[in-house]
């Protein structure tokens, strides 16, 4: 278990389109304890694979609900309906803030670490939180969805 070094803006790996895992071993098992680690070292709610210099389809997100630790590997969004409008920031943008629209409640197809196909739905911040992971697998930051950044102390912690 460890701690790795989060990726900050601007890094080119952050906007490349990440590839789709392929092998479900021993080496993804450890990748993903070691992201869950750097995700609750840095405080954050979610963290994608290309956060740490990996290009690959693996984002975790956690946000301390019932839950738990979700593990999203090659997913895919299958559905969504509504939109919710809320605060966002990045790890890979330490204390950037800025309000993002989402969809509010998304489908998701996606493998656990043993390969298997699971469907996860949310709605609200889980969904928030899952939506902002997903893009960072595709190259897209919530600073191109941010309708209008937030000034500091505005967004109560
Ligand atoms: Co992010």
Known sequence: MAVLNIVEYPNSILEQQCEKVTSFDRSLIKLLNNMYDTMISADGVGLAAPQIGISKQIAIVD????????????????????????????????????????????????????????????????????QHEIDHLHGTLFTSKVTRYYEEGEIEG
Do not use: H
């Not at 839950?67 to 990045?90: A, D, F, H, W, Y």
């Not at 298997?116 to 609200?124: G, L, P, Q």
């Open 63 to 130: 946000i301390g609900d019932q839950s738990g630790t979700i593990e999203l590997i090659n997913p895919v969004i299958i559905e969504k309906r509504g939109e919710q409008v809320g605060p966002e920031g990045c790890l890979s943008f330490p204390g950037l803030f800025g309000e993002v629209s989402r969809a509010d409640y998304i489908k998701v197809r996606a493998q656990n670490r043993n390969g298997k196909t699971y469907i996860i739905e949310a709605d609200d911040f889980l969904s928030r939180a899952i």
